[in-house]
């Protein structure tokens, strides 16, 4: 069931069951293109996040079908989503989580070592390339907890495009930027989408901000509104 | 791999005060359980060696008995009974019959070291008016000397004295304190037979049995054949050292059946000894093993905290694409790199200590040659103690891995 997009999303439903079963998603189906760029609105407890973990195949306690790059995600080995994780999708979350304990360039350097598709080197010049890409180049080789929030989730944006995924998803990225930041941000998935070619599919509660990807997916009480 | 490795090694890095209280837990233990096993093994060796050194594998003796098979007993007549009374022993010397072809045969034997005949007689000293029992015991001076370490019981006086001399003899300290006697001296011994004879003291022993060297004595074979006027083939005992200990017991029931003697293996002759040291080892072993499962409970608990605290890092690495089992191996790793830093470490503290126990003076009437606290510095304690370590840090490990591995990193992420 190849169709060339890189999400196809089937009728995906879930509910949670503690203390009383809650349907949070109600059969929401929807697609990602090569190259586009979808944000995701909606109020809270609408159910974004959660489409968007499992969409990250790291919830795998859904109903429906869930298609990346035509490979079917239902059923696969926790380690095959984890290959998945690894060489297809990157991931910018609201909060850092850079690992304080590696540089700058180490954190960005992790998820291409452990793809290990290219050297060590390889991997450390396409990851300074990218810092420098994002301006923090001479932050490469300070510690993860040495440098300013906006500099962090820039790092943490290096760190997801460094396998060239396919599909960048974000969850509030920008939720903890000011102003200034969260227009860097924006600029650089703007340029990812466009340059790159890498589709990117973006939870935000920023109107200004999902009005300006190429399309904006509405969320109301588990369902697909517009 | 090399990146889980690197991963390991960096977490550890960034909680270095921790990871060494964890390693000095194992380096402890270690340390503990090779200086407990080489200072109780070194004692152990000490004491047995106080009787074993001294003794035979297997002793080929005759022993004087009554005859189990009676005259009345080939009696064909199976209609009448018989009842004997106060069966006397026969009446033989106490010597081993066909000595020298007896040894003829063993020599070729390829089970066997060493061949000593040896030939022990009663004694009376005569110190004044007093008589003082003794053993003299006429051995093979160069034998002794090699096989069974007579130099080191030797306390005053040349060890190859006796087998240049004739009528000379080595007093037991004990006995030679009693008589006054020193090296030089004439002392006056009687057999059994009555026949008198003076003999020269040319060493004293000290066995460190004090019952032992209140009685025993040593001469040349030769004097003591003449002592008691016997032929040179008249042996009391031949005693035999193997190349294969073990297969003493086995041994000594073919030698008795095959030659027609006595004989007793060294397993049966000190079977208390035995038992003496495989309890201390018991002990031993199961201190130091207790030891390293209290390190184990030390790591498992600093990797359990390491955990809570690295839940974060734990879930974005599974976000960008480490399985559960590559979690898993970063905290195994975690555990046994702690385990293998704390087990060498813990070697060498363990030899240190061993040397500094192997300096301590430790003097005693009862040991001679022994100026020092006793240590097996054997390999063996080493292996198994890195055995252990490994084993245990491994399991201790394998706990908090496994619940690491099985953080859900959507709980994490979405908690924030």
Redesign the interface.
Known sequence: MSTGNALDVLKVSKAFHDPVTVKVLKEVSLELKRGEFVSITGKSGCGK?TLL?IL?T??TDYEGELVIDGERTKGAS??RL??I???KIG?V???H??????SVL?NVM??G????RKSKAEVEHRAMELLRELEIGDQALKMANQISGGQKQRVAIA?ALI?DPLIIMG?EPTGNLDKRNSEIVFGIFQRIASEHKRSLLVVTHDNDFAARTDRNIVMDDGRVVG | MKLLVDIAITLLRAKLKQSIVAAVGVMFSIAMFVTLLGFMNGLNDLLDGLILNRTPHIRLYNEVQPSPLQPIDLATDTASRNFISSVKPKDELPRLRNAIAIMDVLEKDPRVLAISPKLVAQALFNVGTVELNGVVNGIDVNDEIQYYRYSDYLVKGEPYALASGNNTIVLGKGLADLMKADIGDLVQVTTAAGDRTMLRVVGMFQSGIADFDKVQCYANIKTVQKLLARPGSYYTDINLKLHDLTQAPAMAKELAARFGVDAVDIQTANAQFETGSDVRNIISYAVGIVLLIVAGFGIYNILNMMIYEKLDAIAILKATGFSGGDVRRIFLLLSVIIGIVGGATGLLAGFGMQSLIDRIPFVTAALPTITTFPVDYSIKYYVIAVTFALATTWVAGWFPARKASQVDPVEIIRGK
């Open positions: 996040s973990y990250s790291m919830d926790h380690t984890a290959e994780r690894n060489e991931f979350f609201q909060f989580y850079l690992l304080t304990e590696f180490h992790l998820p070592l452990k793809l290990a760190r396998n969850d």
